[in-house]
């Protein structure tokens, strides 16, 4: 080789090295350390559970049975508490969807009906791609199909994800084994620097099973001593389909399991707390916990999640635990999960993606008013023609898949049984302005492409009761698929 390609060789070498560090330094410097007033502290670590299908009411503190909860309302009480938090959508893709990239279900695209899925659009960002680009690690611990990185996109920007999605309801990965996941993840990581981890609880999504020492103290008495369960497959299928009307004891009994699992969900949060703590200096930790969506006992005729917006589906439990940076606290003004991820970059001095459209919790939470507040938008329908939901100011409108619509005063009427859209015109055609205003351009964005599952991922979809053939009847002739 000649001395002048000698030369050029270790020129380039050296040039490649300086453009390697400079790459690194900024995210090393972000990742571990960041200047604040003055004063330089590490990034937090960020744990983010969402409880499947848990009530916001279900929870001790917001009108469940005392005692129930004790774990998730002492990490309340340390935190800010949100008593009027919404999702965007009744069921599980749509709703972690916009949870974790800040946008409505008809922006990011994830969603669709039974049995044609939705992916989230390619040009979504996430909160999760904010941390990494900081430095952070992000690990996903989830337990059910639609949150698959590989099928539909929602946990695709975790840097590694823990899956376990099964071929039935009854063999779900338990709570115990997803916090003995959590565990060992922080044990083999914590030590790294910075880390985002998701961690979704499968319980207490039906089939309802608690363990033993949960059944015995939540059940209903015939059932403390049994191995009774309710929300099988075949059971869901039946009820979606009309064969099967649960009559009221039933669906006391079914609630009594679901809240035996709501206690067990806590017990585990409480373990994956304190196992948190082990790994992390106080001030050093943000916990967040909420829930994907409800669940419905009959509360308007209906059984499970997925075909409604009322609130038991769409109100979801909220808390935010950031020592040093959120004044604890408790918080009735409505909120989305659209202001999730915003909040979380806030708290962690962390660039907001230009693409969330929610809007940090920070002010509100530490005490500043607001003077609008902040409307929900909800769409979707796991089995037929979509639906649509505005709450705003105390006011909920819904538009059915027909078009028709309902209006419920939230203050007067909180269960939602009272429609008065044909005594409140004005109000209803107010409400339904804006809800247009908001959801304009939406529709013509027609992100989320259609999602080719593999045989595998069907089957397992259908396993749990989500494929075809085993939905709602039609409502009407337009209560198909549009
Ligand atoms: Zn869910």
């Known amino acids: 080789m000649s001395w002048s390609r000698m030369i050029w060789n270790l020129l380039t070498r050296a040039r490649g090295l300086a453009m390697g560090v400079a790459r690194v330094l900024p995210i090393l410097g972000v990742a571990f350390l960041v200047a604040c007033g003055g004063e330089t502290k590490r990034l937090p670590n960020v744990v983010l ?3 499947d299908t ?3 009411d279900a929870l001790s503190f917001q009108g469940g049975m005392p005692g129930a909860t004790p774990y998730v309302e002492k990490i309340a009480a340390q935190g800010v508490q949100f008593t009027q938090a919404r999702s965007h959508a009744p069921w599980t893709l749509p709703s972690t969807a916009s949870l974790l990239s800040s946008l409505h279900p008809l922006e990011h695209g994830a969603g669709g009906q039974v ?14 791609r904010t941390f990494k680009d900081a430095g952070y690690k992000t690990h996903a611990i989830v337990n059910v ?3 698959d990185p590989r099928a539909l996109g929602v946990t695709r920007d975790f840097d590694t994800v823990d899956n376990r999605s099964f071929e039935s309801n009854l063999e779900t990965r338990i709570a115990r084994d997803t916090t003995a996941a959590a565990l060992q993840w922080m044990e083999e990581n914590a030590s790294d620097g910075p880390f985002f981890l998701l961690v979704h609880y499968f319980d207490p999504h039906c089939v309802y099973a608690p363990p033993k020492v949960f059944r015995e103290r939540w059940a209903a008495e015939p059932d403390k001593a049994t191995d009774w369960t309710f929300g099988t497959r075949e059971q869901m299928i039946a009820i979606r389909q009309g064969a099967l009307v649960p009559d009221a004891e039933t669906i006391a009994r079914a609630y009594a399991l679901y809240r035996g699992e709501v206690a067990y969900f806590d017990a585990e949060v409480g373990r994956l707390e304190a196992g948190l703590m082990a790994h992390s200096a ?3 930790t943000i916990f967040a916990l909420t829930s994907d969506h409800g669940e419905e006992f009959m509360d308007h005729a209906g059984f499970e999640h997925g075909h409604s917006l009322f609130d038991e589906l769409v109100r979801v439990p909220l808390i935010l635990r950031a020592p040093g940076r959120l004044t604890p606290g408790v918080i009735d003004a409505p909120v989305r999960h659209i202001d999730v991820a915003p909040t979380l970059a806030e708290l962690c001095n962390l660039p907001v993606p230009a693409q969330f459209v929610g809007r940090s919790l920070v002010g509100l939470a530490n005490g500043e008013s607001e003077d609008v507040p902040r409307g929900t938008l909800a769409h979707g329908n796991f089995w037929g023609a979509p639906l649509d939901s505005w709450t ?5 409108l819904i538009r059915k898949g027909d078009g ?3 209006l419920f005063d939230l203050r007067e009427d909180p269960k939602e049984l009272v429609d008065l859209s044909s005594t409140k015109e004005e109000r209803v055609k107010s409400m339904l302005a804006e809800m247009e205003t908001v959801t304009k351009g939406m529709e013509a964005l027609n992100r989320g492409t259609s999602a080719s599952l593999d045989a595998a991922t069907k089957s397992r979809l259908e ?12 409502e009407s002739a337009e209560d198909g698929e549009k």
């Open 49 to 51: 559970v969402i409880g």
């Open 54 to 56: 848990l009530r916001a």
């Open 115 to 128: 049995p044609r899925f939705k992916k989230m659009d390619e040009s979504v960002t996430t909160i999760t």
């Open 145 to 147: 199909t639609f949150l």
């Open 282 to 284: 106080e001030g050093d």
């Open 392 to 396: 705003k100011g105390g006011w909920k």
């Open 404 to 406: 028709s619509l309902m």
């Open 463 to 474: 396993a749990l009761g989500y494929g075809p053939g085993e939905g709602r009847r039609p």
